[in-house]
């Protein structure tokens, strides 16, 4: 089964710095997709960024990118110029290729999560 | 296109109560999921659904049960509430598309807050 860790339950920056989130993860599967999720005091899951196992270069979303480190399971979240509105729980996740077969059909497997403050 | 719609949004149970959180997505989605996140943590699987008529259990499914006899339609029954199923329940869905494609991103509900009392 895969597991997922997020090593920092807090986190804080001040605004207009940049911060980075950690992750790993321990699989024995080649082919998968590595999330973050955002979560604000709404409860709403918000996807911010993804990246597929294959590829080697990292995702980027405007102020929002990974360092994606395949051998060593490491899935880190740097978000550049912070924003107040950047402040709420951060998820790490990992989901199999479906078209991969096994049987985990799919679900998210998800860390215990980050709470970022953002300091103006 | 109204995604994921989950019913109620909050609700609070006496212990012994039953009830059934209702979820229904409008985009042809073959896989479902319960979820439930109790505070300050993540998400835990409760049950998933790979196609009507098709369910089976997640990492946390004592309490709850699960149907699917619709593809729209994935509701979660609780019976006999108890105050350590007070939590936010999501309910999500997605698509197996083609290999690495943007199908494989589950689409989340708003979430339902239950309070057993």
């Known amino acids: 089964a895969q597991t997922v860790t997020q090593s920092q339950p807090e986190m804080s920056v001040q605004e207009a710095e940049t911060v980075t989130l950690s992750c790993t993860y321990d699989?024995?599967?080649?082919?998968?997709?590595l999330f973050w999720y955002k979560q604000p005091p709404s409860r709403q899951m918000i996807l911010v960024i993804r990246?597929?196992?294959?590829?080697?270069q990292n995702a980027t979303e405007n102020r929002f990118s990974v360092n994606f480190q395949k051998a060593a399971k490491s899935f880190s979240l740097k978000i550049s110029d912070s924003q107040l509105g950047d402040a709420a729980m951060y998820f790490c996740a990992y989901r199999s290729d479906l078209n991969a077969g096994g049987t985990s059909y799919g679900k998210l497997t998800f860390g215990q999560g980050t709470i970022l403050t953002v300091h103006p | 296109n109204a995604g994921v719609t989950q019913t109620p949004k909050f609700r609070i149970l006496k212990i012994g109560q039953s009830m059934t959180l209702q979820c229904a997505q409008d985009?042809?989605?073959?896989?479902m999921y319960w979820y439930r996140q109790d505070p300050g943590m993540g998400l835990k699987l409760i049950y998933y659904s790979v196609g009507a008529g098709i369910t089976d259990k997640g990492e946390v499914p004592n309490g709850y049960n699960v149907s699917r006899s619709t593809t729209e339609d994935f509701p979660l029954r609780l019976e006999l509430a108890a105050p350590s199923q007070t939590s936010v329940y999501f309910c999500?869905?997605?698509?197996?598309?083609?290999?690495?494609?943007?199908?494989?991103?589950?689409?989340f509900g708003a979430g339902s807050r239950l309070t057993v009392l």
């Open positions: 985009m042809n989605h073959n896989y």
């Open positions: 999500a869905s997605s698509y197996k598309g083609r290999p690495f494609s943007g199908a494989n991103v589950l689409t």
């Open positions: 699989t024995s599967e080649s082919d998968y997709y």
């Open positions: 990246q597929e196992a294959y590829k080697q």
